[in-house]
């Protein structure tokens, strides 16, 4: 008998241009939190969709529970009792919980209805055994962000699985909801499941991982105990080299208002006001961050700035100049750069090749065209490479290659390395290191940095406290459409923001907190 619950021998899996795995030993023991660690493009959500079925692997073998399985399809996966929770949740926001929960497998009475009574009871039984504190009857799209995953873990309880892949798992979450997960990875653990953990977040595997797998490119470098590897040192397996936590910023100095927003309200895509009179402003050389549980007019207030949406009421004023009624292109002409928080929907054109990617705000420019209005290829390649070899952005088939193609971190840094280049009077950053290896984290905050110490004004909006916290020149934290407080950087502790965003006042933040010597 095996003593690995889960064996992925051998493991290789090609895509057109990209060697996705290469020959990748994962070997899980039961019982564990095993953590798999990588750069973007490593292969670790290949590997793990290859687990749960999502693709066929070239060559290698599964085994599970020391049987040689062949797992062509998610619901292989589910026979075999593994689930798996995908960075973006896959729940139907105006059902409930337990509808969610049993959607495709409904439990139905002899006259053949639907038995929501009994799996409301089976929930509620999960719920408490776990500890997960989830109401069966409430509708998805009134209960928080937190709760919405742990919904995704009770549909892989609901199916009987012990072995759970977890992707990302706290991407959009609040210090308070991440310590919540760390506690309930703990709790799953005592009841016996097996739990692979994907994250880039060093300090959750330190939390919560008994051992943890690196891929670096494809391939195999090790399988390590946690307890005996520090976090600089699984940084540099990751990444082949040491990597920098700390971030230098020159000293502060401020230039001229470049964005006075006054009074500004929002609308979301159901009619309802998610912006709610902010008012504030940003100078040149400062970051000025918004710290923020997702939906609570962060979006909304991104698109009213870039003109993907019009504001309700207020002012946007772009050097003292009105640009509230504005285009989109008249924005960006103005100098406006924004990188966006959905990088498929807002970032790029994935169908497109990598070099008209890079050039698709300003192709139309003398630079990239001729006076015919004829695109030069040869100028966008040459711009293109320049860009891929600066960033460390990973393509397999050079400038010409799709960009849907790329994987989800190198799309961000194409993104990224485009805005830039445009030398932007006002720089919007959302979400910018979601998704990424530590090593591009490093190198992206560390642009962000360069840009603000050249005078450039950036507004950054962020679920990461901590890349709020290390980045920003000021704070302001947003709950409901609204500031809680605007504070100078170091004012406030992780867990004061955390509170706050939570929708605590800033006066009450220290009643929330015990504050240790």
């Given at each position: 008998?095996?003593?690995?619950?889960?064996?992925?021998?051998?493991?290789?899996?090609?895509?057109?241009?990209?060697?996705?795995?290469?020959?990748?030993?994962?070997?899980?023991?039961?019982?564990?939190?095993?953590?798999?660690?990588?750069?973007?493009?490593?292969?670790?959500?290949?590997?793990?969709?290859?687990?749960?079925?999502?693709?066929?692997?070239?060559?290698?073998?599964?085994?599970?529970?020391?049987?040689?399985?062949?797992?062509?399809?998610?619901?292989d996966a589910t026979v075999l009792g593994i689930g798996m929770v995908h960075q973006h949740f896959k729940l139907v926001t105006n059902y409930t919980v337990t509808e969610n929960i049993v959607l495709g497998i409904e439990s139905k009475t002899k006259l053949g209805l639907l038995d929501l009574k009994k799996a409301e009871k089976r929930v509620k039984e999960l719920s408490d055994q776990y500890g997960l504190k989830v109401n069966p009857k409430d509708k998805i799209e009134d209960i928080s962000v937190g709760m919405q995953q742990r919904v995704e873990i009770l549909k892989m309880l609901y199916r009987n699985a012990d072995i759970l892949i977890l992707d990302e798992p706290s991407a959009v979450l609040t210090p308070q909801e991440i310590d919540d997960l760390m506690n309930i990875i703990r709790r799953l653990k005592n009841e016996g499941k097996t739990i692979i953990l994907i994250t880039h977040k060093l300090k959750e595997i330190k939390?919560?991982?008994?051992?943890?797998?690196?891929?670096?490119?494809?391939?195999?470098?090790?399988?390590?105990?946690?307890?005996?590897?520090?976090?600089?040192?699984?940084?540099?397996?990751?990444?082949?080299?040491?990597?920098?936590?700390?971030?230098?910023?020159?000293?502060?100095?401020?230039?001229?208002?470049?964005?006075?927003?006054?009074?500004?309200?929002?609308?979301?895509?159901?009619?309802?006001?998610?912006?709610?009179?902010?008012?504030?402003?940003?100078?040149?050389?400062?970051?000025?961050?918004?710290?923020?549980?997702?939906?609570?007019?962060?979006?909304?207030?991104?698109?009213?700035?870039?003109?993907?949406?019009?504001?309700?009421?207020?002012?946007?004023?772009?050097?003292?100049?009105?640009?509230?009624?504005?285009?989109?292109?008249?924005?960006?002409?103005?100098?406006?750069?924004?990188?966006?928080?959905?990088?498929?929907?807002?970032?790029?054109?994935?169908?497109?090749?990598?070099?008209?990617?890079?050039?698709?705000?300003?192709?139309?420019?003398?630079?990239?065209?001729?006076?015919?209005?004829?695109?030069?290829?040869?100028?966008?390649?040459?711009?293109?490479?320049?860009?891929?070899?600066?960033?460390?952005?990973?393509?397999?088939?050079?400038?010409?290659?799709?960009?849907?193609?790329?994987?989800?971190?190198?799309?961000?840094?194409?993104i990224i390395a485009r805005e830039v280049a445009l030398s932007p009077e006002l720089l919007i950053v959302a979400q910018p290191t979601r998704g990424l290896d530590v090593g591009a984290i490093e190198y992206i905050r560390k642009r962000l940095v360069e840009e603000r110490d050249k005078g450039r004004a950036i507004l950054l909006i962020s679920f990461e406290l901590e890349e709020i916290m290390s980045l920003c020149d000021r704070i302001a934290i947003i709950s409901k459409g609204e500031f809680a407080g605007i504070f100078n950087e170091g004012e406030l502790?992780?867990?004061?923001?955390?509170?706050?965003?939570?929708?605590?006042?800033?006066?009450d933040r220290l009643k929330n907190e015990v504050i240790h010597e």
């Open positions: 008998m095996s003593n690995y619950t889960i064996e992925m021998l051998g493991i290789t899996k090609q895509f057109p241009g990209v060697l996705a795995n290469d020959k990748v030993n994962l070997q899980v023991k039961q019982n564990e939190v095993h953590a798999l660690l990588g750069e973007n493009g490593a292969g670790k959500s290949t590997l793990m969709s290859i687990l749960f079925g999502s693709y066929d692997a070239d060559a290698g073998e599964i085994k599970i529970r020391g049987k040689n399985v062949k797992i062509k399809s998610p619901n939390a919560v991982a008994d051992r943890c797998t690196v891929l670096r490119r494809g391939k195999y470098i090790d399988t390590i105990e946690v307890k005996n590897v520090s976090e600089e040192k699984m940084a540099e397996m990751m990444v082949g080299r040491p990597v920098h936590f700390d971030i230098d910023k020159a000293p502060l100095k401020l230039g001229e208002t470049v964005l006075n927003v006054e009074k500004l309200q929002v609308k979301d895509y159901r009619g309802h006001l998610a912006v709610q009179n902010l008012s504030f402003s940003i100078k040149k050389g400062e970051i000025f961050g918004i710290a923020g549980v997702d939906g609570n007019g962060q979006t909304e207030l991104i698109y009213a700035l870039t003109g993907l949406v019009h504001a309700e009421a207020g002012t946007i004023k772009l050097h003292d100049k009105d640009i509230t009624k504005q285009s989109i292109k008249e924005r960006i002409q103005a100098g406006i750069g924004h990188i966006p928080e959905d990088r498929h929907r807002h970032g790029l054109v994935l169908d497109f090749s990598l070099g008209e990617n890079a050039v698709l705000k300003n192709y139309d420019t003398k630079e990239f065209s001729n006076n015919l209005g004829v695109l030069q290829y040869q100028i966008i390649s040459e711009h293109t490479n320049k860009l891929i070899k600066e960033y460390d952005i990973r393509v397999g088939e050079g400038v010409s290659q799709k960009a849907g193609s790329l994987s989800g971190g190198n799309q961000q840094k194409l502790t992780e867990n004061e923001i955390g509170f706050m965003m939570a929708g605590a006042q800033a006066k």
